[in-house]
């Protein structure tokens, strides 16, 4: 690559700072480009390495994501140019560091408010070190068919429209960023194309100037006409006229500045740019338009017969046969974005999934249309909630209470039982929470806590087809099946479990009926005239109850035996007991418990002498 040429097709960058959008344009320009290889080689990002994930057409690539200048050079020593979208603050430091490298040839400082003293600075490093800086507080800039900085030159359709896919004949360099994509339309309208394009930024002191470019431009035999804009404010375009009396600046060059209607308002008007301001006559875009035009600068006579200019200029080049042909490309199709095409209405997709129970994308999410500042101010409750999750229903209080009373009554039942006693081991054993309070879950079943939900199924089967308790309980006995929610390792007739007397006496007072429970009622009254033990117990209550309660909310057989069907009963044991096992999980933390070892005179070891023999 000639000294005077800053990018080619090989060109890759490091974008300093998570700027994936601007990573992604980069992308999407090298693709129309037909690039072989993305602009982009990796990420400086100091607060996290790893990787960004981006498109290159159709397919996803990774990009890595380095920690300071230094490793990403190390990874990737072809690199030659950082675009640095650091803030005014570290902008200056992380340019100087990778001025400092041997690799980084060319740095693009976006970040507006970079101190005038660190620009000067920063701008004879360069110098001495025969690199470029673009910026600060600009937009960057490309070279069609090569390399685009970050956001310059708008949308991929804009570049399309614009034909920077490919190169023309015309190097272009503007203060404005926003003015420049101005200027590619009107050169792209107007001649065969940009060769190269940039905005060096508005700040009083941009570390490379107009003139730096327009010299560059002067010694690449492929750009045969310059397009310059300048700003009112600042000395730049004198620096121009200056060249143009030395000679260092001979291809013709059409060049308005801006800011000509400063002269209608009051003086020392600052513009958007920093250095948008006159601060002597000198400075006015009148008075600077004069002294290039008096240079032999084709100057329009406003900015609207501008574009005119650039084509007489370009069709005399033309006729003297001064411009090569060129031969389109067809630049390939440039895949928008999903999220993009959806907005516009051009894709729809089915989806993978479905929720009925709640909606997260609002401005705040809803429990089956509820707000959630609703069910606070509306004091739904943990039982409201369930109502809202489980059922989709708008309980009643009733059932709301009922649903807390069995959360609040199955939460413990001690270290003892199956459930608590796996919690207590696995937390001894030094698992952490989660893996504790599962392998206490993964006990609850038809023997320990999750008979709720056959307990359901087995006295509604019973009672729908009328079988008196002793006809059931004959049938189930012959059907070698137990009755789930029947039997109690602890209580029984005579040592009632309190539990289930507090769920009876309150459906028994709030419930509008509860047939179901006088149906497991009278066949308790049965089982424990075998064995006392033989109660209806917690489990067994509990889903009885539900069904009751359901019935109550008028869901019918068929409703009802769905929800048996999906294991609906057991989850208020799972969800109350769960409770307890995070308590069993804490105190035994808490405690410090070491691992917990089985004594062996706790154990019958029935092994015999020696192995049977298999022949
Ligand atoms: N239906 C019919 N007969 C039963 C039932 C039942 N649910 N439970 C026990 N029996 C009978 C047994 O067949 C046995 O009869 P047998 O003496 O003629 O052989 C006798 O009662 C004693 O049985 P055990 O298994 O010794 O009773 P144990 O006290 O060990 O069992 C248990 C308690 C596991 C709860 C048992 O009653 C049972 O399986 N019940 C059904 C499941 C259930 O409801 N579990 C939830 C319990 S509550 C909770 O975990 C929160
Ligand atoms: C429980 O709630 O865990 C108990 O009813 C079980 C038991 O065996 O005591």
Redesign the pocket.
Known sequence: MENYELFDKNTTAFIYGSQQKAAQRMLDFDYLCKREIPSVAGFITPTGSGYFKLFWGTKEISIPRYLSVKEAIAAKPKADVMVNFASERSCAESTIEALETDNIRTIVMIAEGVPQRDVREIAKIAKDKGKWIIGPATVGGLKPGCFKIGNAAGTIQNIRDTKLYRPGSVGFVSVSGGLSNEGYNIVSRNTDGIYEGYAVGGDVYPATTLLDHLLRYEQNPKIKMMVALGEVGGKAEYQIVQAIKEKKITKPLVMWVTGTCADMLPGGVQFGHAGAKADSKDDTAKAKNAALRAAGVIVPDSFEDYDQKIKETYDKLKAAGKIDEIVEPTPPNVPMDYAQAVAEGFVRKPTNFISTICDETGEIHNYCGVPIDQVIKENYGIGGVLGLLWFKKKLPQYARDFIELVIQI?AD?GPA?SGAHNTIVTARAGKNLIESIVSGIVTIG??????VN??ANHFSWGLQNKLAPREF?DT??KKNV????????IHSIDNPDERCEIMMNFAKEHFPKHPLLDYALSVQDV?TM??G??IL????TIGVLFVDLLKSLHYNDEEIKEMIDMGFFNAF?IIGRTMGFMGHYFDQKRLKTPLYRHPWDDILYDVPDKPEEVK
Do not use: C
Not at 446 to 451: I, V
Not at 482 to 489: L, V
């Open positions: 199955v039942h039982v038809p023997r320990f806590g999750g008979a056959g307990a309980i189930m006995k137990r009755i789930q929610g029947i039997g109690h390792r089982t075998k064995k033990t033989l117990n917690v489990d067994g044991f």
